[in-house]
């Protein structure tokens, strides 16, 4: 019978899963769509909703109901770090959601709103990286440190019950076409498509 993998683990795998579109993201726009627009902006499209759908929807839920009010019974000490995080929690659908806006501008609009897109880009994979540095150097730690086998019990079985699929997670049929758009459109590292051939902005 397998064994359920730790939470911890589980959080860290998909932080490195979420790094890896993140920084894929940055090149890959920073290319820009040259005469390719359409197979740009459904690759970057694409990335988007998945971290709009699994980082959003079904990583940072886990991390705000069970894993940070343990942590803050249990380590008091770390409630001004819990809270800065679940702040962070509570702006990034409105982040990814207004990348998509600004996405769709730059795909209707033209060049112009290129700009706006980047910048804003930037700054939200700064932002995203280091949300999760934090997590793994403060948070994940003293989790591992003061948690009973209790506390792990049910934030292992949440967390392995719905582990993102591009994180080890078991494949998911009503999400096949997204990530097969992703891995087999996107150019390496994060698939295995023919790289864009843009104009870097």
């Known amino acids: 019978m397998k064994q359920p993998t730790s939470a911890a683990q589980v959080i860290r795998d998909e932080h490195r899963a979420l790094a890896a579109v993140l920084r894929s993201l940055e090149p890959l726009v920073r290319m820009g769509p040259g005469d ?3 197979r740009f902006f459904d690759i970057v499209r694409a990335m988007l909703f998945y971290i709009d759908e699994f980082p959003e929807h079904r990583h940072h839920p886990k991390e705000s109901d069970l894993l940070f009010p343990r942590l803050a019974r249990s380590a008091p000490e770390l409630l001004p770090v819990i809270r800065r995080l679940e702040a962070d929690h509570m702006q990034g659908e409105g982040r990814v959601r207004t990348l998509q806006h600004l996405l769709l501008a730059w795909e ?3 060049e112009s709103r290129r700009p706006a897109f980047t910048e804003a880009l930037e700054e939200y994979v700064r932002f995203y990286l280091e949300h999760m540095r934090v ?3 403060q948070l994940l730690p003293a ?5 009973t086998p ?3 019990q049910a934030i292992n079985h949440a967390f392995e019950a719905d582990r993102d699929p591009l994180a080890g997670g078991e494949r998911d ?6 990530f097969t758009r992703i891995v087999l459109a996107a150019p390496a590292p994060i698939g ?3 790289a864009l051939t843009g104009t870097p902005a």
């Open 36 to 38: 390719q627009p359409e």
């Open 108 to 110: 209707l609009v033209g």
């Open 135 to 137: 997590e793994e150097t």
């Open 143 to 147: 989790a591992e440190r003061v948690f």
């Open 150 to 152: 209790e506390d792990w």
């Open 173 to 178: 049929p009503n999400y096949d076409r997204l």
């Open 192 to 194: 295995v498509g023919a």
